[in-house]
């Protein structure tokens, strides 16, 4: 055989030819020397040691045999790196054994669909489960012959491969390395003749072929509570001074002026006092300068929750996105399918009919006349613009509207009731009342002012005189939707829901004595929003008072569908608003900020995409009730399958 030589600095590695070989060639060669045992690092054999220890290490994905381990004529000695392409004839399974194995599979079941049906119906009739029929001790012994035979026939190493299936790196690995043999011997035929494509030296790699690939590096956690980052020395001596208690915790801001940076000193300062790590608590990423002084203190991270979007939301003639931060499954879906049955009717509309936040002392005077005489007083309208302008010098946009007192004995409550622009307002009234309490202590010096809050506001607290008298925005939301999209997009009947909201929102609340919870879930809707558009979440307590009634319109073809809130505290300046997060919500719905043109319209504006998408989340909520769907939707949309341990760590 002539010699091949090939220019190094111009090698190409060509592919491997696969011979696939059934019969003796038509014109057998001459019979060639015998080879040495060890042919891969005989002379005669063209492969290069190292790639022939990297072939015979390979492990193939398919039974495979030499090319011509069987055939002695052959012009070339065996090669490791040539195979044949078909199966060994002696794995093919006959066809008679596909039929008993489908056979048995089939009586396998069949049985198991039997017994476990026949269970069912002995748990159900309170039959002993230990009591078989002939019929039932047939199937069993069926089920466990199947049984022994399925484990016999595939082996316990196929149903470990089922229930433990190895990771995909394996494999990957695997394909990693028949690539590199495919690109070097691919190498070698493009630049040699048909016939000495195997005679080629292989070129040396700058990697080895053979040595499996290391592993991909896991990324480094960031946040050890044992190994804190971004900690100097400095900081390691500020940690220990208020593990030892020498260093105030909520002084750490004014001692370093750096608000992240003592967040992450308090952070590690804490996991080393409790023991208790802190890792899946994000310290990165949030501005800690903006919530100082106002919104939060001593902080150490901050929580995620995912806000979803349900809508548009079709109000008054406008298209709202509605942003809802929460972390229980459905309820986005379910407001979001209540917005479209509202928009496919022309939408809803909404009127906010009371607007005024609410503060109330509570004072003491030595008898109940004097409280009396107080109480005349301030009642009288002839002294309202007087305390009016004391009230109103406390702020631009705080506006006295009216008081009303409560008197007990001789304790007196005094509720005050103001407009505060598009701020929530709670701070702005605070302020005007105690201007006026001031003043009042001139004419009557004898008054003892117990608390600048009495309880008779009534903040955070379910109470029946904001469900009466309102606080913050009262607003009322209706629409009517038609017979056709109650059925198709709702999935029930008009008679239906007016029914069930009868018995359940309007009897079965008040059977249970419930005061402002005449609704089905509307503090759902109202904390999803609370929470994402920076609103005190603590106030959805008097916020979510709603009353939702239904009725058959039109001869009773259409429904006719309302909310009643009187008392939605929200605002669009001030406290949680004006935080990254919770302004691009806010922004989102087109309330951001306070309106200078008209002050208050952008939180009474918010007022009603509350009460509008309340309006939805009942309308959805009470039809999947209706229909019998609320169990199946949870069970499909709110069962998490994921280890909570393992995502977590």
């Known amino acids: ?135 039932e001790l047939a199937a069993l012994v069926a089920f466990a012959a199947s049984s022994v035979y399925l484990l016999g026939f595939f082996g316990v190493e196929f149903f470990q491969s089922l229930l433990f299936r190895p990771p995909s790196d394996l494999w990957a690995d695997d394909c990693e390395e028949e690539r590199v043999v495919s690109v070097v011997s691919e190498g070698c035929a493009r630049n040699a003749p048909c016939g000495q494509a195997l005679d080629c030296e292989t070129p040396k790699l700058d990697f080895d072929p053979v040595k499996p690939a290391a592993p ?99 109000l008054d003639g406008r298209e709202y996105s509605v942003p809802m931060a929460t972390t229980e499954g459905c309820l986005v879906a379910s407001t979001n399918r209540g917005c479209k049955a509202i928009a496919m009717c022309g939408g809803a509309s909404s009127v906010v009919f009371r607007d005024g936040m609410t503060r109330a002392p509570v004072v003491r005077f030595g008898s109940a006349k004097r409280a009396a005489e107080l109480k005349f007083y301030l009642e009288n309208p002839a002294n ?109 009947s008009v008679e239906a829901l007016v029914e069930l909201n009868m018995l359940k929102n309007l009897t079965g609340s008040a059977m249970a004595g419930a005061l402002g919870g005449f ?44 909310v009643t809130m009187p008392s939605i505290e929200v605002g669009t300046v001030g406290g949680g608003t004006q935080l990254a997060s919770q302004s691009a919500c806010l922004n989102l719905l087109g309330v951001k900020g306070a309106n200078r043109e008209a002050p208050g319209s952008n939180s009474r504006l918010l007022a009603t995409v509350v009460a509008g998408s309340v309006l939805a989340g009942e309308l959805s909520l009470m039809s999947a009730l209706a229909a019998g769907q609320l169990v199946k939707s949870h069970m499909k949309y709110n069962r998490s399958t994921k280890d909570v341990s393992k995502v977590s760590s």
Request: charged share 20%; glycine share 6%; with cysteine.
């Open 519 to 562: 609704n089905a879930h509307a503090s759902n809707i109202v904390s999803a929003i609370f929470i994402a558009t920076g609103q005190d979440p603590a106030q959805n307590v008097e916020s979510s008072h709603c009353i939702t009634m239904m009725e058959a319109v039109n001869d009773g073809k259409d429904l006719h569908v309302s």
């Open 1 to 135: 055989m002539p010699e091949y030589k090939e220019n190094p600095n111009n090698f190409k590695a060509p592919p491997i030819p696969m011979k696939k070989e059934h019969s003796q060639p038509k014109h057998p060669s001459p019979p060639q020397p015998t080879q040495p045992k060890n042919n891969l690092t005989s002379p005669a054999n063209p492969i290069s040691p190292s790639l022939s220890t990297m072939d015979v290490r390979r492990r193939p994905s398919k039974p495979v045999a030499a090319a011509d381990s069987g055939n002695p004529n052959s012009k070339h000695p065996p090669s490791p790196l040539t195979y044949y392409v078909d199966e060994d004839p002696s794995l093919r399974v006959p066809p008679s054994l596909y039929f008993v194995n489908a056979s048995v599979i089939f009586v396998f079941f069949t049985v198991l669909y039997y017994l476990l049906s026949r269970w069912r119906e002995k748990i159900r009739s309170f039959s002993p489960l230990h009591v078989l029929s002939a019929p």
């Open 384 to 492: 309202f613009d007087a305390l009016s302008s004391i009230f109103n010098s406390s702020s631009r946009f705080a506006r006295l509207q009216t008081i009303k007192c409560a008197i007990a004995g001789k304790n007196l409550y005094l509720r005050f009731s103001c407009s505060t622009g598009d701020a929530m307002g709670m701070n702005m009234v605070s302020k005007g009342v105690q201007n006026v309490m001031d003043f009042l202590q001139n004419d009557y010096p004898d008054m003892d002012v117990i608390g600048i809050s009495g309880n008779f506001c009534s903040d955070k607290k379910p109470a029946a005189v904001n469900w009466i008298e309102g606080r913050g925005k009262s607003v009322v939301c209706e629409a009517v939707i038609k017979g056709d999209v109650v059925r198709k997009v709702l999935k029930t």
């Open 216 to 314: 991909k590096a896991k990324p480094v956690e960031t946040e050890k509570w044992d190994e804190p980052i971004g900690l100097t020395e400095e900081d390691e001596e500020v940690i220990a001074s208020v593990v030892a208690g020498k260093t105030p915790s909520y002084s750490l801001e004014s001692k370093l002026g750096d608000c992240r940076r003592a967040a992450a000193v308090r952070r590690e300062a804490l996991q080393r006092t409790t023991g208790k790590s802190l890792v899946g608590l994000p310290l990165e990423g949030f501005d800690y300068e903006s919530i100082l002084g106002q919104c939060c203190e001593m902080p150490v991270g901050y929580v995620q929750i995912p806000v979803g979007i349900a809508g548009p939301l079709v």
